[in-house]
């Protein structure tokens, strides 16, 4: 099965560090993906820019709605993710709890499922 660990950080955390200490964390899960590529279990890794840059897109009826960031209302932002493949649930976490990132962010383990309940009739 595969698992998404994503990395929720707070907002604007980033420009708290200096170089040197960004350079060490990413450095830090640079390492981590390493480890999951040894053992077969990653299928991608990426760090994603902060909100600064972002755009979200939504429908209004008949028209595409754009809103630039950073979106004040934001508290947290996924700041990057490792796509995980053969593992179960309990190792997804067991991987989880090693992720650097634990240490300053939040890991939210995710199952990749289909946008429909598969168990109704």
Request: net charge negative; hydrophobic share 45%.
């Amino acid at each position: 099965m595969s698992y998404m660990l994503l990395i929720v950080e707070p907002v604007g955390q980033r420009a708290t560090r200096n170089e040197a200490e960004g350079r060490e964390a990413y450095a830090q899960m640079q390492r981590f993906g390493a480890a999951l590529a040894a053992e077969g279990k990653l299928q991608a890794v990426e760090s994603l820019a902060s909100t600064a840059s972002a755009v979200r897109v939504s429908q209004a009826p008949g028209q595409p709605a754009l809103r630039d960031g950073p979106f004040a209302e934001a508290k947290e932002m996924i700041g990057g993710f490792f796509l995980l493949q053969n593992v179960d649930r309990d190792e997804a976490i067991a991987w989880a709890q090693r992720c650097p990132a634990a240490a300053w962010a939040s890991v939210e383990v995710r199952a990749l499922a289909p946008c429909f309940d598969e168990s109704l009739p």
